[in-house]
């Protein structure tokens, strides 16, 4: 039941960035989220979970949209086994996105 929820919680997320990513891509921001979730991807696909969650952690304070951040940040504690600190990464990404604005 935990991995439904889960993976729910994923595609909802995911979703809600899809749809709302068209608008924000035309604000001028600090940090472009799409070029350090490619850089992400790329640590995990290495095998470097450690320093993709770092560059995550480290990035979220300085975007605008972190939805998107948190979607990643709780795929990398799949990957490390931390099933707790992915479902609220996942549940702090959908707040930030209702709320419209970054909370950690």
């Not at 490619?38 to 640590?43: A, I, M, N, P």
């Not at 939805?67 to 799949?78: F, H, N, R």
């Amino acid at each position: 039941m935990r991995s439904l929820t889960v993976c729910l919680l994923v595609a909802v997320l995911y979703a809600m960035t899809v749809v709302g990513s068209a608008g924000a891509e035309q604000n001028s921001a600090p940090v472009r989220p799409g070029g350090v979730i490619e850089q992400v991807r790329e640590l995990v696909q290495s095998g470097k979970t450690a320093e993709a969650e770092q560059l995550v952690l480290k990035t979220l304070p300085l975007s605008p949209n972190p939805a998107l951040l948190y979607l990643e940040l709780g795929l990398i504690y799949e990957q490390q086994g931390q099933q707790a600190a992915a479902l609220k990464a996942y549940k702090d990404g959908l707040r930030v996105h209702d709320q419209g604005r970054r909370k950690p």
